[in-house]
């Protein structure tokens, strides 16, 4: 396992990049992963499930008035 937390590190970077959706405390999720010795269960819950709950509060909270349209585009 030497070496995996700078690789997955990499790659969540990477990934972000090429996406276009860079988020710096993105990148130390592969370390918490690696280092705390959680399982592929740890990107779905808690860090998936919050992410989808943050967008679903966001779409819901910046709709209520009937002026505002979010998001202007997907």
């Not at 280092?35 to 989808?52: C, D, E, H, T």
Request: glycine share 12%.
């Amino acid at each position: 396992m030497e070496g995996t937390h700078g690789r997955f590190t990499l790659l969540t970077i990477f990934l972000m990049a090429l996406l276009g959706i860079i988020h710096p405390p993105a990148g130390a999720n592969p370390i918490i992963i690696i280092l705390g010795g959680y399982g592929w269960n740890y990107l779905v819950m808690p860090v998936l499930i919050g992410a989808l709950i943050i967008v679903f509060f966001g779409l819901m909270i910046n709709n209520l008035r009937e002026t505002r349209k979010y998001p202007l585009f997907w």
